[in-house]
T-cell receptor, first 113, second 113 residues
């Protein structure tokens, strides 16, 4: 039980499809994060939300669109993705942005055909 | 852009042996975290070190933060198969009032029975 739940666990989509990744946490945290984990690169921070406000967009292409309706839920809307976007997408949360340890979900394995 | 280099990238040893993995940077961090990620799961926090020179022990795992807070090491004594996983260090930068966690390149550890 990680406290951070991501759905779906696996997703295969074509380049023209539109899909969404969902993340939910019941830890009472106020900061939520999206990361991309590729085979040959370090874990890359994509977006940060602190108290529902986006505080970081790490130069992520516009085909990735985050949404944070409340402190417990975080979405990543996907459209017109490229094959190089295939990766493990991890969601994390913490009490606040910064030093508090981050609690990760188990990720969504995304494959772009 | 801050970079955390971990070495070795891959390590495969026999059960019962000792090992050390390293996390190095040219940048100073206010604190450093170590995570372990098992296949099909998200990273899980092992420890946070804050003070230069600090040593923390977690059963058979010993973590050290460098005096200059630019590097860290993880030493495992009498490795067990349950230690298998991807070990990630992550440095926290609190400069300019913007807290940011940067992850290292990772060490993939395999313990052979």
């Amino acid at each position: 039980e990680t406290g951070v739940t991501q759905t779906p666990r696996h997703l295969v989509m074509g380049m023209t499809n539109k899909k969404s990744l969902k993340c939910e946490q019941h830890l009472g945290h106020n900061a939520m994060y999206w990361y991309k984990q590729s085979a040959k690169k370090p874990l890359e921070l994509m977006f940060v939300y602190n108290f529902k406000e986006q505080t970081e967009n790490n130069s992520v292409p516009s085909r990735f669109s985050p949404e944070c309706p409340n402190s417990s839920h975080l979405f990543l809307h996907l459209h017109t993705l490229q094959p190089e976007d295939s990766a493990l997408y991890l969601c994390a949360s913490s009490h606040r942005q910064g030093n508090q340890p981050q609690h990760f979900g188990d990720g969504t394995r995304l494959s772009i055909l | 852009t801050q970079l955390l280099e971990q070495s070795p990238q891959f390590l495969s040893i026999q059960e019962g042996e000792n090992l050390t993995v390293y996390c190095n940077s040219s940048s100073v961090f206010s604190s450093l975290q170590w995570y372990r990620q098992e296949p099909g799961e998200g990273p899980v926090l092992l420890v946070t070190v804050v003070t230069g020179g600090e040593v923390k022990k977690l059963k058979r795992l010993t973590f050290q933060f460098g005096d200059a807070r630019k590097d860290s090491s993880l030493h495992i004594t009498a490795a067990q198969t349950g230690d298998t996983g991807l070990y990630l260090c992550a440095g926290l930068d609190t400069n300019f009032g913007n807290e940011k966690l940067t992850f290292g390149t990772g060490t993939r550890l395999t313990i052979i029975p």
